[in-house]
Each structure stands twice: as structure tokens, then as C-alpha cells.
């Protein structure tokens, strides 16, 4: 009989088999911990995207008009407030849960998510003061977020041995990403319902998460005695908040030009930025306890898979934006559906993508266990390159089913990077150094994401600003709006048009207003029908559309050449030497 006993390494908690020399992890926990931490990331993404649907329910709810000049910047925070805060806290909550225990903070992330998501329902305000609540409490739902996001694939990871480690991993980074897709659904149908029923659909999942994660989970992990690197903390998140916020602003029009990158506040925002995340990585080198291990990126697999990951990110974060503009402005009212219905039916059309994901994601997580991460993390993004180069040659009015078949090639080949890059991430890391590693990760990839939908929009405007104005003008004319009117309306800036269709609002009846009055009745009928419109942007929206897919091309094409430098199959020699087949054991030098 094989004598089996308990050994108490430095990472985690075996059951070794003397006989067979390999580690049995206990198999009920090891799912309990992946179960848990799917479901916290998969509620964290789905909220991260449930608002975007349903803004248009939200700001009637609280009786505010977004598309309002003076109301744009409320807008830009419900959107980009959740994505900004959770990127600037990553890397410090996975830090003190390298300090503190990963799942005592995971613990309190979903307390504290599922709270603020109670008080989100809660307002009883109107106007500008019920929006500022909103968003105030939606950052601090962000807070909750960011715990659970900096601590979940530490958890997997102490929990799973090496050589399973890219499956789960793979489910759980399918969930995120998957979530992001699947909020669009249901803040489109519940929206219509209740406003307060988006943020209310979160509680019973986070309460039943909370109460399962404080009685199940277990710390397997290192806690490295430490103290808090305050400067480091305070130069990282002033820089990255300056940063962010800057790109968010940069997307506003600034006096009469359509953007607002001339700005001196967002050149200040920007460039003030750069200066404190520069100081902070001094900061770094000279600190007793940084928060930041810069040697970490000593270790090419570690580097590599994070340059590879901010790429990634680079060319998917702004375009699932765009892809949904295209089809709320242009093919779904083409197709006979009325602009108000378009949010819903956006993102139900936009399921291919998430197929993609959830299919390819966990294979290329197993498959990357055995075979390791290169190959998967390369040619994904190989063949999302591919994708967004066919998505260019598809005419604006396009055939759904060929849509549909890129959308889930892009789907697949986003998942067959994903799942192989974290775990080739997370295996590169030394044990006690995970949490700040998968906060790092995940920061690259939130802060990219920002970036992203700032250059997407930017290329789109830029190609809108250069000829729709005079193809607005020539179009209302020729429908009898009067000139002066046409003029005022052809010179406002562009975003307020891309938001309008992206709330579902009939953009040129937002845009006329009053005018419409002014307009014989039959041509008016035919100025806010379904066919004016899209027949009218989509020649300027076409040429940033184009731009817009190189740039996510090339993002990918760099993405696959970083994911190629990480080298073979990788584990960190601090990884117990049990969970290894030693002919898979590849340090580097």
C-alpha cells in the first residue's frame, strides 16, 4: 500500500504520495475555490458592462438628459468610472493580500461590492445630484471589484497544482471576459423594467458569494510579512488616476474643435501622469517593502505575458464600443429595428463573440498545461489579426451570418490567447508574489482597456469630423431644414452624434429638436425614419471604422511577437517540485 503523508511546504497545503513521488491536491477544494472565484469575476465583469445598455433607462430614471452639454461628464463617469478605479487598485489590493491573506481581501471584496450595489438602487435624488451619487457609488462597487479581481487568480493558483493551473485559469479568465459581453444582454432587458433592478441583480449573487467564500475558502497561499509602501501606493494611484482621467476627458470636445486632447487640463492630466508614474517607479527601487517587485520583470515569461496582455487589450477594449455603434447606427435600423430597440439587439447580436470565448477559452487552458503557453497565446492573436482584417472588407450593410462568423473567430482567438497568458503569467510568478503579479496583470489590461476605447473613439471622430459635416449640412438642406439650421447642426461635434445612436436615441431627431417643427411633416417622417440616418454616416463612419481595425491589427500582430519572446513552458522554481514533471521544469537564465 502506498504511505501517503501530509507535507507543509513553504506555498501550500499537500498530500504526497511517497510512493508515486506526486502531490494530490484535495479535490473538493480546488473546485470550490475555482466555483467561487468564477462567479466573483464573472459578477465584476457582467457589472462592469451592465450600465452600458441600460443608460438610457438609468438617466430618465433620475430624470437627467446625458447627451445635455453640461451632463456629458456624468455620462463619461458612468461609463469609464468602474473601469478607471478598478485599474488603479489592482495592483495594491493584490499586494496586501500577499500581506494580509488573498482570501480574507477576496472575502471583503464581495462584501463590499454587493453593499455599494444595494446603495446604487438607493437613490432618491433627481438630476445632477442623483447622477453624482451614482457614480460616487459606483467607484466605491469598482473598490469591491478590484479586491475580487486582484485576488482571485492568486487563489486559483495557490489551489490548483502547476499542471492544471491553465485550465482553471482558463475557466475563470472566460468568465471575465465572457461577463463583460453578457452584461450588455441583461442591462438591456432589465433596464427597461427598472433602472434599479441593474444594480440590484447583483445582490443575491454577492451575498450568496460572500457568506460561501467566508465559510469555504481556504489560505494556501504565502503571506510575506510586510509593510505598506505608502508612497509607492500614493504616486501609483495619483499617476494612473491623472492618466486615466486625462484619456476620458480627452474624448469630450474642447471650444470649437471635436476632441479634447487640446486641452491644456487634459495635456496636464496626461503629462502629469507620466511624471508621477515615473516617480513612482523610482519610488520602487529605493523602498524597503515596494509594492511593485521590479524584478519581477527579470522574468521574460512574466514580461512578456503582460506586454502581450496590454496589446491584447490595446486592440479589444474600444472595439467592442465601435462594433456596437455599427450596428445601433447604421445596420440594425437598416434592418427595420426602431433606434430605441437597438441597445438590446446589439449586444444580442454581439453573442457569436462571447461563444467564441467561452468555447476556446478552457481548451486552450488545458491544452497550454500540456503543451505550454506560446503557441496558444501566439497564434491567437494571429488569428484575431485575421479577424479584424476580414471585419475591414465587410460592407457597413453586411450579411449577419458572415458577421456572426468573424465575431466568433475573433471570439475564438481571444480565448485561445486569454486562458494560455494568464496561466504562462501566473506560473512565472514566486508564490508569495502572486497577488501583486495578477493585480499587475489585471492592471495592464483595465488601464488598456481605458486607453483603448479613448483611441478608438478618437480614430472614429476623426474620421467622422473630416466629412460629416458636410455631408450633415447637404443631407438636412436637401430635406427642407433650413439652412441655419443645418449649419448649427453640422458644426456640433460628432461624439454627441455617436452617443445618441449608442443610447439608442434617434440621433438626427435628438439633433433637430425644436427644427423638426420647421420641417414639412412628410419629410420629417423620412428625416427621423430608419434609412436618413445610417444612409448619412456611414461614408464618414467607414473611413475611422478602417482605421479603427488596422490599429487593432497591429495591436495584435505586436501582441503575438511579446507572447513569442516568453519562451518554452515556464514554472518558477519556487513552485513545489512535486506539482512538476521535472522534464517540465524550464528556469530560465
Keep these: 500500500m502506498a504511505q501517503t503523508e501530509t507535507v507543509r511546504g513553504p506555498v501550500e497545503h499537500h498530500w504526497y504520495d511517497m510512493e508515486h513521488g506526486h502531490v494530490t491536491h484535495p479535490s473538493r477544494y480546488k473546485w470550490?475555490?475555482?466555483?467561487?472565484?468564477?462567479?466573483?469575476?464573472?459578477?465584476?465583469?457582467?457589472?462592469?458592462?451592465?450600465?452600458?445598455?441600460?443608460?438610457?433607462?438609468?438617466?430618465?430614471?433620475?430624470?437627467?438628459?446625458?447627451?445635455?452639454?453640461?451632463?456629458?461628464?456624468?455620462?463619461?463617469?458612468?461609463?469609464?468610472?468602474?473601469?478607471?478605479?478598478?485599474?488603479?487598485?489592482?495592483?495594491?489590493?493584490?499586494?496586501?493580500?500577499?500581506?494580509?491573506?488573498?482570501?480574507?481581501?477576496?472575502?471583503?471584496?464581495?462584501?463590499?461590492?454587493?453593499?455599494?450595489?444595494?446603495?446604487?438602487?438607493?437613490?432618491?435624488?433627481?438630476?445632477?445630484?442623483?447622477?453624482?451619487?451614482?457614480?460616487?457609488?459606483?467607484?466605491?462597487?469598482?473598490?469591491?471589484?478590484?479586491?475580487?479581481?486582484?485576488?482571485?487568480?492568486?487563489?486559483?493558483?495557490?489551489?490548483?497544482?502547476?499542471?492544471?493551473?491553465?485550465?482553471?485559469?482558463?475557466?475563470?479568465?472566460?468568465?471575465?471576459?465572457?461577463g463583460s459581453f453578457i452584461g450588455l444582454i441583461i442591462g438591456g432587458l432589465l433596464g427597461p423594467f427598472d433602472w434599479r433592478l441593474v444594480f440590484l441583480v447583483s445582490v443575491p449573487v454577492g451575498l450568496f458569494g460572500t457568506f460561501w467564500a467566508y465559510f469555504k475558502l481556504e489560505e494556501h497561499g504565502v503571506r510575506t510579512p510586510s509593510k505598506i509602501d505608502w508612497w509607492g501606493n500614493l504616486t501609483f494611484a495619483v499617476g494612473l488616476i491623472l492618466l486615466l482621467v486625462g484619456i476620458t476627458y480627452g474624448i469630450e470636445p474642447y471650444g470649437t474643435s471635436s476632441m479634447g486632447w487640446t486641452n491644456p487640463s487634459v495635456l496636464l492630466e496626461l503629462f502629469g501622469g507620466v511624471l508621477f508614474l515615473v516617480i513612482f517607479g523610482i519610488v520602487e527601487t529605493k523602498v524597503a517593502h515596494p509594492m511593485i517587485q521590479l524584478h519581477l520583470f527579470k522574468i521574460r515569461a512574466f514580461t512578456a505575458g503582460n506586454i502581450a496582455s496590454l496589446l491584447a487589450s490595446l486592440g479589444r477594449g474600444g472595439m467592442m464600443f465601435i462594433l456596437i455603434i455599427w450596428l445601433q447606427g447604421i445596420w440594425l435600423p437598416l434592418h427595420g429595428y426602431s433606434f430605441a430597440r437597438t441597445p438590446l439587439w446589439a449586444g444580442i447580436y454581439m453573442v457569436p463573440m462571447t461563444l467564441g470565448f467561452l468555447i476556446s477559452g478552457p481548451l486552450s487552458g488545458w491544452l497550454s498545461d500540456r503543451y505550454g503557453a506560446r503557441p496558444f497565446a501566439t497564434g491567437g492573436m494571429v488569428l484575431a489579426a485575421i479577424s479584424f482584417a476580414l471585419l475591414e472588407l465587410l460592407p457597413l450593410n453586411f450579411s449577419y451570418i458572415d458577421f456572426a462568423l468573424l465575431l466568433l473567430l475573433n471570439g475564438l482567438s481571444m480565448g485561445i490567447f486569454a486562458s494560455p497568458n494568464r496561466a504562462g503569467v501566473m506560473n512565472a510568478l514566486p508564490a508569495d508574489q502572486r497577488g501583486a503579479g495578477a493585480g499587475m496583470l489585471n492592471t495592464f489590461q483595465n488601464s488598456a482597456m481605458v486607453l483603448s476605447i479613448g483611441i478608438f473613439f478618437s480614430l472614429i471622430i476623426v474620421g467622422l469630423s473630416s466629412s460629416l459635416p458636410f455631408s450633415l449640412y447637404h443631407g438636412l438642406v436637401n430635406q427642407g431644414v433650413p439652412s441655419v439650421d443645418a449649419n448649427r447642426i453640422s458644426h456640433l461635434p460628432p461624439i454627441g452624434t455617436l452617443f445618441a445612436a449608442f443610447l439608442g436615441y434617434n440621433p438626427i431627431q435628438h439633433l433637430l429638436g425644436p427644427a423638426l417643427t420647421r420641417v414639412d411633416p412628410t419629410k420629417a417622417s423620412y428625416l427621423i425614419g430608419r434609412s436618413f440616418f445610417p444612409s448619412l454616416i456611414s461614408a464618414p463612419f467607414k473611413k475611422g471604422l478602417d482605421v479603427a481595425f488596422d490599429f487593432a491589427l497591429v495591436a495584435c500582430l505586436l501582441a503575438a511577437g511579446a507572447s513569442w519572446m516568453r519562451g518554452g513552458k515556464y514554472y518558477h522554481q519556487d513552485a513545489p517540485a512535486q506539482d512538476l514533471d521535472p522534464s517540465e521544469m524550464i528556469v530560465e537564465e
Design 32 to 178: 470550490i475555490a475555482l466555483s467561487n472565484t468564477t462567479i466573483g469575476m464573472l459578477m465584476s465583469t457582467i457589472n462592469s458592462s451592465i450600465v452600458l445598455i441600460a443608460l438610457p433607462n438609468i438617466f430618465n430614471g433620475i430624470k437627467l438628459n446625458p447627451l445635455s452639454p453640461a451632463n456629458t461628464g456624468y455620462l463619461l463617469w458612468m461609463l469609464m468610472g468602474f473601469l478607471v478605479v478598478t485599474a488603479v487598485l489592482v495592483v495594491s489590493f493584490g499586494r496586501i493580500g500577499d500581506m494580509f491573506g488573498r482570501v480574507r481581501m477576496y472575502n471583503l471584496g464581495f462584501a463590499v461590492f454587493t453593499l455599494f450595489s444595494i446603495l446604487l438602487s438607493l437613490t432618491w435624488m433627481h438630476g445632477q445630484a442623483a447622477a453624482m451619487y451614482l457614480i460616487i457609488m459606483r467607484v466605491f462597487q469598482g473598490v469591491g471589484a478590484a479586491f475580487l479581481m486582484a485576488n482571485s487568480s492568486a487563489i486559483i493558483t495557490d489551489a490548483f497544482p502547476a499542471n492544471q493551473r491553465g485550465m482553471a485559469l482558463g475557466i475563470n479568465q472566460v468568465a471575465a471576459i465572457a
